[in-house]
């Protein structure tokens, strides 16, 4: 009897702690089990010890550093007017953007809630061109946007029992394998179609904003699926599952994209 009252609260108390928000553009409700301040401060931390870490090899000043700092940039700025035309201005509320260039091997690339984006040099044979690289960066931010971390966090939670949920602190080990950090790739969390379909529509919008040709999207995604031939998926492939329905969405959603774009 106690046994069942406990169990009771629990999931009352877990409802209770659900905030349901909804996706700017695509308009799906999602229920997310952490605050949006928990996320970034969570967030915030991971971001500060992966850049210290004695591992990672942060580029600074070079033309590629820079370049991926004014890339990254001049979305925040579209997606902050994006979201302000739109009126979702609160989506990305605490947001301090940003963007650093990681010296690896490894084809990846990743931001954090709270606007903390890694792009790392192994990804820049593949996105070629600084459209290309707004694809990429465009993507990232836009399931960070879309609070996908938060979704794809609370049902990792879920799936290791509520009852751990309540009472562990916030797992950062969880948290990184969202984005790839120090874990093997046959663990990673990958995003859900659904969501790979809203970062892709969102971050064609994005891109164009920020006056990149959201054309180049096609080209990347193309590229990167002939990387993965013949050889284990790269990590950004592992959180980012891709398949043939990327590019037809990429297609239906270029027209929206196209209105936002006026060139460079
Ligand atoms: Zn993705």
Redesign the pocket.
Known sequence: MIKKFKKTSLIVFTMFLAACSTVPLTGRRQANLVSDAEMQQMAAQSYREFLSAPSTKVVNNSAQSRKVKEVGSNIASAVTKYLKDNGYADQTAGYQWEFNLIESKEVNAWCMPGGKVAVYTGILPITQTDAGLATVMA??IA?AVAKHSNERYSQAMIAQGVGSLLGAAINSQTFNQLFGIGAQAGVLLP?SRK??SE??RLGLTFMAMAGYNPQSALDFWTRMAAQANGQAPPEFLS??PSDATRISDIKKYLPEARKYYVGK
Request: charged letters at 30%; proline letters at 0%.
């Open positions: 993507h990232e399931h995003n969501q790979e970062a892709d959180t980012h």
